[in-house]
């Protein structure tokens, strides 16, 4: 794709998260995560993506 200064488009593009929030079960891991969704500047995933411990053969590409 080539873009010059009379072409614009709009991209979009895959980034990795600023931060990881891992923890065991009852830590208190969900709890952190719903504080932090109370921020609108903050994004989060749905459900638990359990990248590490069931999909992470799906590699990059899938997170």
Request: net charge positive.
């Amino acid at each position: 794709m080539i873009i010059n200064d009379t072409t614009v488009k709009n991209v979009q593009q895959k980034r990795f998260p600023h931060a990881i929030i891992i923890g065991v079960k009852k830590a208190g891991t969900r709890a952190l995560l719903e504080f932090l969704r109370l921020n609108p500047a903050i994004k989060a995933p749905g459900p638990e993506v359990h990248f590490f411990d069931k999909n992470f053969d799906k590699g990059f590409d899938w997170y």
